[in-house]
């Protein structure tokens, strides 16, 4: 599992969703596969190549799918990120599981 810190996501009044970063007015458009909400936060789940632009979780041309997870954090200091796991080691469902575990703590 890697994470990349983020300034989260948002969502425009059209419903797209972009993957925020630090020292950028824009982000990069991506296409949820899922919305995750646990009783900590909601997440964005993406696929490797679900971006329009930059890939966050292209590492380069490895032909490995990869599976991440996009959060916003209450947080001022770390207010969001991006957390991947290769899809055929984790795969969907116990990446699911996996994120449902996290617990936010202020």
Known sequence: ????????????????FYIKFP?????ALISPIKLISTKETQFVLIQSESSQ??????????????IGAV???????FPGFITVVNK???PQDLFEQILNTFKFID
């Open 71 to 77: 959060v916003n954090s209450k947080n001022d200091e």
């Open 88 to 90: 055929n080691v984790v």
């Open 53 to 66: 632009g930059p890939d966050p979780m292209n590492f380069g041309k490895d032909n490995i799918i990869r």
């Open 1 to 16: 599992m890697v994470i990349f810190y983020t300034t989260g996501y948002k969502e425009d009044e059209k419903g797209n």
């Open 23 to 27: 020292n950028s007015s824009s982000g």
